[in-house]
């Protein structure tokens, strides 16, 4: 299951032009960037996992939910 996982990573990032992601939540993390977000009155460009927390989508659904979804279907698929 291990290597199978390895393997599935592997082969879909040589698709990738430029530099090779990390990790499977870095690639998330950059597809999701909520970007500018209220948070504590103010707005401010998300950097911390707070920020993914507060960008709602109209559905109710945070970014960080969407992040957290995502990394778990890919690990264990």
């Known amino acids: 299951m291990l290597i199978d996982m390895f393997n599935y ?3 879909s990032w040589t698709h990738v032009q430029g530099r090779t ?6 690639v998330l993390l950059k597809r999701n960037h909520p970007g500018l977000v209220e948070y504590n009155g103010k707005t401010l460009v998300a950097s911390t996992w707070k920020h993914y ?3 709602k ?3 109710g659904k945070s970014k960080a939910d969407v992040v957290g979804e995502g990394f ?3 690990l264990f698929v």
């Open 9 to 11: 990573i592997a082969r």
């Open 21 to 26: 992601p990390s990790s499977v939540l870095t």
């Open 53 to 55: 927390q507060a960008a």
């Open 57 to 59: 989508d109209s559905s």
């Open 72 to 74: 778990w279907v890919i």
